[in-house]
T-cell receptor, first 113, second 118 residues
Framework: NAGVTQTPKFRVLKTGQSMTLLCAQDMNHEYMYWYRQDPGMGLRLIHY???????AKGEVPDGYNVSRLKKQNFLLGLESAAPSQTSVYFC????????????FGPGTRLTVL | AQKVTQAQTEISVVEKEDVTLDCVYETRDTTYYLFWYKQPPSGELVFLIR??????QNEISGRYSWNFQKSTSSFNFTITASQVVDSAVYFC???????????????FGTGTLLAVQP
């Protein structure tokens, strides 16, 4: 049982490049989330999904797209990376029933030059 | 709107001291949940506790204790006899209650960096 995993762990991009961050969970959780963590800002919600094939915008969605084609995977895409997207990205998942805690992945550190 | 405030940006204590991390929240919901997460220097987020708005009993887990007071909208976290391994960033978070399409998004505070000196 690996929990929540994220790929890659580190990445450096040049402005304008695109990339996809992969989040996978093996706990059969319905809900999945993408957050970004910036110094002094805490974690802010980018996008989330309440089930396969369904996604919604969070607090800071601009510049990102997501897809949830399979229940266990939640992809975060940057179509044209900008230096402002330099951050640590965390994926999380949780069960739908009750207000359970979110389980977080280890994070992806992204630098956009 | 929901909001979580952790006014203490950084706290430094000497090992074995007690330390309290403050968390003040704002919500219009009558039912909500509060959480504490720990982020050690390695970077991962570790769940510590969940408390619902109907349960104001204080909770103790080893050296950790939590004081939830609805009257002051606070959910403070105390570490007794701190240790170097407690050094981390601690986040308080708020979530709306489950039901009717609510997605239980977490609203995080900005975190408190705790440094425990040997």
């Amino acid at each position: 049982n690996a929990g929540v995993t994220q790929t890659p762990k580190f990445r450096v991009l040049k402005t304008g490049q695109s990339m996809t961050l992969l989040c996978a969970q093996d706990m059969n959780h319905e809900y999945m989330y993408w957050y970004r963590q910036d110094p002094g800002m805490g974690l802010r919600l980018i996008h989330y999904s309440v089930g396969e094939g369904t996604t919604a915008k969070g607090e800071v969605p601009d510049g990102y797209n997501v897809s949830r084609l399979k229940k266990q995977n939640f992809l975060l895409g940057l179509e044209s990376a900008a230096p402002s997207q330099t951050s640590v990205y965390f994926c999380a998942s949780r069960r739908r029933l009750a207000n359970n805690e979110q389980f977080f992945g280890p994070g992806t550190r992204l630098t956009v030059l | 709107a929901q909001k979580v405030t952790q006014a203490q940006t950084e706290i430094s204590v000497v090992e074995k001291e007690d330390v309290t991390l403050d968390c003040v929240y704002e919500t219009r919901d009558t039912t909500y949940y509060l959480f504490w997460y720990k982020q050690p220097p390695s970077g991962e987020l570790v769940f510590l506790i969940r408390r619902n708005s109907f349960d104001e009993q204080n909770e103790i887990s080893g050296r950790y204790s939590w004081n939830f007071q609805k009257s002051t909208s606070s959910f403070n976290f105390t570490i007794t006899a701190s240790q170097v391994v407690d050094s981390a960033v601690y986040f308080c978070a708020l979530s709306e209650a489950m039901g009717g399409g609510a997605t239980n998004k977490l609203i995080f505070g900005t975190g408190t960096l705790l440094a425990v000196q040997p």
